[in-house]
Structures are given as C-alpha cells and as structure tokens.
C-alpha cells in the first residue's frame, strides 16, 4: 500500500492507494465494510439495510473508520506522552510490570 501526502496552501491532502485483484479487493472491502456498518457506522435510517447501501456509502464507511482509528491512536499516543513527560518532570520512576 503507497500512502502519500501533500499540503495543498494550508491543507494536508492524504492519499492511499493499493492494487489489489477485482475479487479479493471487491471481497475484502465489501466485509470490512459490512462489519463496520454492523457496529454502527454509517447511516442507518427506518429499513434501511446493508444491502441496500451504494459503493460510495461502503467506501464512505471505510473511510470513517479510518479516521477514527487515526485519530483514537493520535490521542493515546499524546496522552501516553504527556503521562511519561508529568512523571519524568515529578521524578517518579515508571515501573514496567
């Protein structure tokens, strides 16, 4: 998989890009998909089912999904952070079990 940035004036554009066989991509994604979409992302509307839904939702389900796993892992990383920073400063020693 190739991921590329690129800031575009002040915005970060971020691109990925994988190539894949039509069958096993389509496949992949399209279970991905319909495991997020049964814990809750997308849009669930009154009768409205997975297979009801586009491409583009399943993608746009695939992309939600990544953001929030990206951002979750941005936030552990700093809270990890600030936490071993607060005890150097304070002179505790971590004590790794």
Same mark, same amino acid.
């Given at each position: 998989?190739?991921?590329?940035?690129?800031?575009?004036?002040?915005?970060?554009?971020?691109? &990925?890009?994988?190539?894949?066989?039509?069958?096993?991509?389509?496949?992949?994604?399209?279970?991905?998909?319909?495991?997020?979409?049964?814990?809750?992302?997308?849009?669930?509307?009154?009768?409205?089912?997975?297979?009801? &839904?586009?491409?583009?939702?399943? &993608?746009?389900?695939?992309?939600?999904?990544?953001?929030?796993?990206?951002?979750?892992?941005?936030?552990?990383?700093?809270?990890?952070?600030?936490?071993?920073?607060?005890?150097?400063?304070?002179?505790?020693?971590?004590?790794?079990?």
């Amino acid at each position: 998989m190739t991921i590329s940035m690129k800031v575009i004036d002040t915005d970060l554009e971020i691109t &990925l890009k994988r190539t894949l066989p039509l069958a096993v991509g389509q496949t992949t994604l399209d279970s991905a998909a319909h495991l997020f979409w049964d814990r809750g992302f997308g849009e669930h509307g009154e009768g409205v089912v997975y297979a009801d &839904l586009t491409n583009q939702q399943k &993608l746009d389900i695939l992309e939600a999904y990544w953001v929030r796993v990206t951002l979750d892992a941005a936030k552990g990383y700093n809270i990890d952070s600030a936490s071993r920073e607060a005890t150097a400063e304070a002179g505790l020693i971590e004590v790794n079990i």
